[in-house]
């Protein structure tokens, strides 16, 4: 939220699923830690194979704003 100025939002209860569903599928990998509060908390990092399917997808984001954008100006 903070780097999309609250323009882009997770719902309360959809993050974990998420989660679940790249770890299932090998894009990221999760470990136990303590906190700084000495408490258990699971962290989660991009795998190797998470890392090139977000390169991928950056990719394709990248042509397809590009292509949306032309069109919107060719429409102004």
Not at 20 to 32: M, P, Y
Request: glycine share 4%.
């Amino acid at each position: 939220q903070l780097f999309s100025d609250d323009v882009l939002r997770v719902p309360t209860g959809s993050l974990y699923p998420a989660l679940q569903r790249l770890l299932r599928k090998g894009l990221i990998v999760a470990e136990w830690r303590k906190t700084e509060n000495n408490r258990r908390a699971r962290y989660y990092r991009l795998a190797s194979k998470g890392r090139r399917q977000l390169e991928s997808e950056v990719e394709s984001w990248a042509r397809t704003s590009v292509a949306v954008n032309r069109v919107l100006e060719a429409s102004l």
